[in-house]
Each structure stands twice: as structure tokens, then as C-alpha cells.
């Protein structure tokens, strides 16, 4: 490159960064739109409930003389729908921070804990917990059967992403063909394990693992949420702290050393959170793809690279999509229910596809 290109490319850069939105207005405008959606979901459904109902149904107004709906609206807002929102916001939240993450370390914009195999992984182990617990020889650990869900998923979540780290990784380089392969290779086995336990299942077991397969919010309750709360804090605290460290670490391994940051400490650190994330979100609502790569990659585009923005904004796109998308699969059919898996597939596989071909140039974003 020359002097004048370097000079031009230098401006360009500097151009780009003066035509994005500032921080505030990015964060702001996401808020607004997580609670534009979360409003709408709220008053729709198989049981309708108009705006003039809802102040009275949330219980910040008294019910109008004669409005005898109210005592319904309450018990299903504050027994089915808003558990529900509340668990799609923050499973959108982890699984677009995970994604966030994932890219960062790998420093491949193609990565997703659901595209490479780690939500398989969880879905994997996650399925193997229900079929031990439903069973004669799980049967003393049946009462604790939703704690070890979660703790299942995670393990199974870890155990992939470190095996796809260290076949993906030699010498402070990360392949993309071989992340991508290796991912595919991990989540061929974990689908082929939740074949044999398919197989081997009954019809309640089957059932249970249907629902993990294809993805679904149905069984969202106030002490799953209560589950989530702690580990989406937690991760957006750490990912605050180490946000720096991950943009040095996107310039290479070598330049974010001579910087003073800990590489391998910041990809075990990173290798933990996609895994708890990933696994609670599994734990959840099962598998839910391409919510990981479409947010992270969407934001690169408007408010560029920094993670000190991008994983916030992350967390907010992220919240919005799945409340959407969970809206969406309680609505379309109604009054049965699709399952939330298929909906993120048929807008996420196109946005990915088109992703490639950016990449070879065909077509431009």
C-alpha cells in the first residue's frame, strides 16, 4: 500500500466514524425499540388484550365499572406472557453476546454458538439429562431435575467450545475453513447423539426433546427467568471489563500481548462466558440459531467494531429479535404455536447465505 492510499484509506475511516450515531442515540433508539416490541407483545395472542385494557391488566390503573376481563387479563399477563417476554428478551440478550464474543475470539465474523455446533452440543447434553433423569437409574436425581438442566447445557456447551478452539486454533492463528468444518464435524456428532437418544426414548421423553430441538418459549416460567437473571448480569459486567481487551485481541494475539493484555487468561475467560451463556439459553428454550451471527454483524455495519459498544447494543438487538420472533411464533398459527427455532432459521439461513456471497464479492451489503 502506498503513502496516498494509506492517507485516503485514513480519511475514509476517519469519515465513516463522523457519519455514525453516537453511543447514547444507538442505545436509546435500541431501548426504545425493545420496549415498542415488548408492548406489542403483551396485547397479542390467543387471548387479545387491547391497549385500554392494559394499564388495568398490568394493575398501574384501576379496572373500569363493568370491566370484568380484568381478573382474566392479569392472570394471563403475569402467569403466561410476561415470563415469557422477560425469558425472550434475555435469551435474545445471551445469545447475541455469546455471538458477539465468539466472533471476537475467533476474530471471524461467520461465528455463531448455534452455526458451529456449541448449542448442539448443549441441546446434546442437555438431552441426556432428560432421558438419565426420566429413567430407573436417574431416577434420586429426578427432584432436581431443573437445576441440572442448565448445568448440563453449560458442560455440554463448554466441552464443544473448547474442543472447537483447539482444533481451530494453532499458533496464535485461527482458520476459518477449519473453525467452520470443525464446527460442522461437532455438530454432526452431537445430532447424531440426540439421535440415538431419540431413539431409545419414550413418548414423554421424545416429547421433551422435540421441544429442545426445535426451539420454543412455551415453557417459560418466573423461576426460569430468575435462572437467567443471574448469568445475563454477570456476563454483561464481565464482557464491560474485557471489552477493551477484545478489540486489541481482534488485531492479532501478538499486537494485544505487547499491550499488556493476558491472551490466554482473555480466551479461557471468553471460552467460559459463551458456554454459560449459550447453555443457559439451551437450558431455556432449546436451540435457537442465527440470532448470534445476524445481530453482531447487522451492528458492525452501523456503529462499527468497538465491543465497548457492541456487546451492549448486542444485548438490546438482540432482545428485540427474539421477542419479535417469539410474538410471531404465537401468533401466525394461533392458536397453536410455531416452534420459535424455525422462524430464526428461515430469516437467519438467507442473511448468512448472503453473507458468503459479500464475501466473494457477488453481491454488496
Known amino acids: 500500500m502506498t503513502v496516498a492510499?494509506?492517507?485516503?484509506?485514513?480519511?475514509?475511516e476517519r469519515s465513516t466514524r463522523a457519519l455514525r450515531p453516537s453511543a447514547i442515540l444507538i442505545l436509546s433508539t435500541l431501548l426504545a425499540a425493545l420496549l415498542a416490541t415488548a408492548l406489542?407483545?403483551?396485547?397479542?395472542?390467543?387471548?387479545?388484550?387491547?391497549?385500554?385494557?392494559?394499564?388495568?391488566?398490568?394493575?398501574?390503573?384501576?379496572?373500569?365499572?363493568?370491566?370484568?376481563?380484568?381478573?382474566?387479563?392479569q392472570l394471563v399477563l403475569w402467569s403466561i406472557r410476561v415470563p415469557r417476554i422477560v425469558a425472550a428478551a434475555m435469551v435474545g440478550s445471551l445469545l447475541a453476546v455469546a455471538g458477539a464474543l465468539m466472533q471476537g475470539l475467533f476474530r471471524n465474523p461467520l461465528a455463531d454458538p448455534a452455526l458451529v455446533g456449541v448449542s448442539s452440543g448443549g441441546a446434546f447434553a442437555a438431552a441426556t439429562a432428560i432421558v438419565i433423569t426420566d429413567s430407573a437409574l436417574g431416577a434420586q436425581l429426578r427432584f432436581m431435575q431443573n437445576e441440572l438442566l442448565p448445568i448440563a447445557a453449560f458442560v455440554g456447551s463448554l466441552a464443544t467450545t473448547m474442543i472447537l478452539y483447539?482444533?481451530?486454533?494453532?499458533?496464535?492463528?485461527?482458520?476459518?475453513a477449519m473453525f467452520l468444518l470443525a464446527g460442522l464435524a461437532i455438530a454432526a456428532i452431537a445430532n447424531a447423539g440426540i439421535g440415538v437418544l431419540v431413539y431409545v426414548a419414550d413418548d414423554r421423553q421424545l416429547r421433551d426433546?422435540?421441544?429442545?430441538?426445535?426451539?420454543?418459549?412455551?415453557?417459560?416460567?418466573?423461576?426460569?427467568?430468575?435462572?437467567?437473571?443471574?448469568?445475563?448480569?454477570?456476563?454483561?459486567?464481565?464482557?464491560?471489563?474485557?471489552?477493551?481487551?477484545?478489540?486489541?485481541?481482534?488485531?492479532?494475539?501478538?499486537?494485544?500481548?505487547?499491550?499488556?493484555?493476558?491472551?490466554?487468561?482473555?480466551?479461557?475467560?471468553?471460552?467460559?462466558?459463551?458456554?454459560?451463556?449459550?447453555?443457559?439459553?439451551?437450558?431455556?428454550?432449546?436451540?435457537?440459531?442465527?440470532?448470534?451471527?445476524?445481530?453482531?454483524?447487522?451492528?458492525?455495519?452501523?456503529i462499527g467494531p468497538s465491543h465497548r459498544l457492541l456487546l451492549p447494543a448486542s444485548a438490546l438487538l438482540g432482545a428485540v429479535l427474539l421477542v419479535g420472533a417469539d410474538t410471531l411464533a404465537?401468533?401466525?398459527?394461533?392458536?397453536?404455536?410455531?416452534?420459535?427455532?424455525?422462524?430464526?432459521?428461515?430469516?437467519?439461513?438467507?442473511?448468512?447465505?448472503?453473507?458468503?456471497?459479500?464475501?466473494?464479492?457477488?453481491?454488496?451489503?
Do not use: Y
Not at 483447539?166 to 476459518?176: D, E, F, H, L
Not at 443457559?280 to 452501523?302: D, K, S, T, Y
Open 166 to 176: 483447539s482444533i481451530a486454533s494453532r499458533q496464535g492463528r485461527t482458520s476459518i
Open 330 to 365: 404465537r401468533t401466525l398459527v394461533a392458536p397453536a404455536e410455531m416452534p420459535i427455532g424455525i422462524l430464526t432459521a428461515a430469516i437467519g439461513a438467507p442473511f448468512f447465505l448472503a453473507m458468503l456471497l459479500r464475501q466473494r464479492g457477488l453481491i454488496g451489503l
Open 209 to 302: 426433546i422435540t421441544f429442545w430441538m426445535l426451539g420454543s418459549l412455551s415453557g417459560a416460567t418466573w423461576a426460569k427467568t430468575a435462572t437467567i437473571a443471574p448469568v445475563l448480569a454477570i456476563a454483561l459486567l464481565v464482557c464491560a471489563v474485557i471489552a477493551r481487551r477484545l478489540d486489541l485481541l481482534v488485531l492479532g494475539e501478538s499486537e494485544a500481548f505487547h499491550s499488556g493484555v493476558d491472551v490466554e487468561r482473555l480466551k479461557r475467560l471468553s471460552i467460559v462466558l459463551i458456554s454459560a451463556m449459550t447453555g443457559v439459553a439451551v437450558a431455556i428454550c432449546g436451540v435457537v440459531g442465527f440470532i448470534g451471527i445476524i445481530v453482531p454483524h447487522l451492528l458492525r455495519l452501523v
Open 5 to 12: 492510499e494509506a492517507i485516503h484509506e485514513q480519511r475514509s
Open 40 to 73: 406489542i407483545a403483551l396485547t397479542v395472542g390467543a387471548a387479545g388484550i387491547p391497549l385500554s385494557r392494559l394499564p388495568a391488566a398490568l394493575g398501574i390503573a384501576e379496572p373500569g365499572s363493568g370491566n370484568t376481563l380484568a381478573v382474566r387479563d
